[in-house]
Nanobody, 121 residues
Framework: QVQLVESGGGLVQAGGSLRLSCAAS????????MGWFRQAPGKEREFVGG????????SSADSMKGRFTISRDNAKNTVYLQMNSLKPEDTAVYYC??????????????WGQGTQVTVSS
């Protein structure tokens, strides 16, 4: 069965950095676009960034451009989210998602359980 397992979340001070990882299993990883989403308390889940099957293209939400970078290592079946210059408003549960193909439009087929990121001021 398909599993997406996020890790790397935690508590960090404003201005700091974190790198999240998402390890995928049960799928042909290189056939899936991967994405990161986040959900803050009381808010809807929002798109953070996506990366194509080969890693040749990426997409990010405007508020994260220049601060967040998504990458993948197909040999390790892992996608990463590098988060720099973190702000308190980045506090959320971050989710990894997967879908077949190279676009980042809904629906996403598989989801991880999420990892908590808390940014203190």
């Amino acid at each position: 069965q398909v599993q997406l397992v996020e890790s790397g979340g935690g508590l960090v001070q404003a201005g700091g950095s974190l790198r999240l990882s998402c390890a995928a299993s049960g799928l042909t990883f290189s056939s899936y676009a991967m994405g990161w989403f986040r959900q803050a308390p009381g808010k809807e889940r929002e798109f953070v960034g996506g990366i194509s099957m080969s890693g040749s293209s990426t997409s990010s939400a405007d508020s994260m451009k220049g601060r967040f970078t998504i990458s993948r290592d197909n040999a390790k079946n892992t996608v990463y989210l590098q988060m720099n210059s973190l702000k308190p408003e980045d506090t959320a549960v971050y989710y990894c998602a997967a879908k077949r193909g190279n676009n980042f439009f809904p629906p996403w087929e598989y989801w991880g359980q999420g990892t908590q990121v808390t940014v203190s001021s």
